[in-house]
């Protein structure tokens, strides 16, 4: 059964930091392409991070470019968003997002054949 579990989110101030964690079970990030989405109220889900198949290559939206890092653990199976130097326009709910790709990967959110339930990430003082 394939599953995507995402933990870390939570309230932070701006300028906070946090990680968040996508565990993954069911299928193996050694032949799919992750990423992390997020989706704000009234807004369409957006990507804002990916890293390929084989590790060769990650892609960060603009606005987060300089302050989120992707990573993964293979042995774990498991993908993190470490997020630094938050903003208030940062706050969503974030999902991450699996699905194949030969290489590569895509921050187009239609890609993604299995998601996550998303884990609220809040920035506000």
């Known amino acids: 059964q394939v599953q995507l579990v995402e933990s870390g989110g939570g309230l932070v101030q701006p300028g906070g930091s946090l990680r968040l964690s996508c565990a993954a079970s069911?299928?193996?990030?050694?032949?799919?392409?992750i990423g992390w989405f997020r989706q704000a109220p009234g807004k369409e889900r957006e990507g804002v991070s990916c890293i390929s198949n084989n590790d060769d290559g990650s892609y960060y939206t603009d606005s987060v470019k300089g302050r989120f890092t992707i990573s993964r653990d293979i042995a774990k199976n498991t993908v993190y968003l470490q997020m630094n130097s938050l903003r208030p326009e940062d706050t969503a709910i974030y999902y991450c997002?699996?699905?194949?790709?030969?290489?590569?990967?895509?921050?187009?959110?239609?890609?993604?054949?299995?998601w996550g339930q998303g884990t609220q990430v809040t920035v506000s003082s």
């Open positions: 997002g699996a699905g194949v790709m030969v290489s590569g990967c895509t921050l187009n959110p239609s890609s993604n054949s299995y």
């Open positions: 069911g299928f193996t990030l050694r032949l799919h392409q």
